[in-house]
C-alpha cells in the first residue's frame, strides 16, 4: 500500500485542521493505521492510531481530547482531525500503516510510510 499525506498548514494556536492520508493499492481495510510526527531535532512520535474497522482509537497523551483519528475505508482514507492547535503541535506528520492486529505506538511496527505533511502552528 502506498500512502499520501496531505492536509497540513500554517495556522494560529487554538485553530484546527484536518489531515488526509490517502492510501493506493489494495486491501486498505486490513490495515491498522496510525499517524506520527517529527519536531526538527526530535524523535519520530506517535499522535494517534485507529483499528481496521474504525472502533478502536488510541491517542497520544499530548493530543488526548484534542485530535481524533477517523478512517472511511470505501475512500481508502484516514484523516486527522486536530482542534485546539499548539505552536508544540509544529512537526512534520506522517501517516503509516500496520499490518497487524493490534493497536500500536511503536514506529517499528508500521509497514509502510507516506511522506509528511507540514503543520505550523503560531502562537
Known amino acids: 500500500v502506498q500512502l499520501q499525506a496531505s492536509g497540513g498548514g500554517l495556522v494560529q494556536a487554538g485553530g484546527s485542521l484536518r489531515l488526509s492520508c490517502a492510501a493506493s493499492?489494495?486491501?486498505?481495510?486490513?490495515?491498522?493505521m496510525g499517524w506520527f510526527r517529527q519536531a526538527p531535532g526530535k524523535e519520530r512520535e506517535f499522535v494517534a492510531s485507529?483499528?481496521?474497522?474504525?472502533?478502536?482509537?488510541s491517542y497520544a497523551d499530548s493530543v488526548t481530547g484534542r485530535f481524533t483519528i477517523s478512517r472511511d475505508n470505501a475512500n481508502n482514507t484516514a484523516y486527522l482531525r486536530m482542534n485546539n492547535l499548539k505552536p508544540e503541535d509544529t512537526a512534520v506528520y506522517y501517516c503509516?500503516?500496520?499490518?497487524?492486529?493490534?493497536?500500536?505506538?511503536?514506529?517499528?511496527?508500521?509497514?509502510?510510510w507516506g511522506r509528511g505533511t507540514q503543520v505550523t502552528v503560531s502562537s
Open positions: 493499492g489494495r486491501f486498505f481495510s486490513r490495515y491498522y
Open positions: 485507529i483499528s481496521r474497522s474504525g472502533s478502536y482509537t
Open positions: 503509516a500503516a500496520d499490518s497487524s492486529s493490534r493497536l500500536r505506538v511503536g514506529v517499528m511496527f508500521y509497514d509502510y
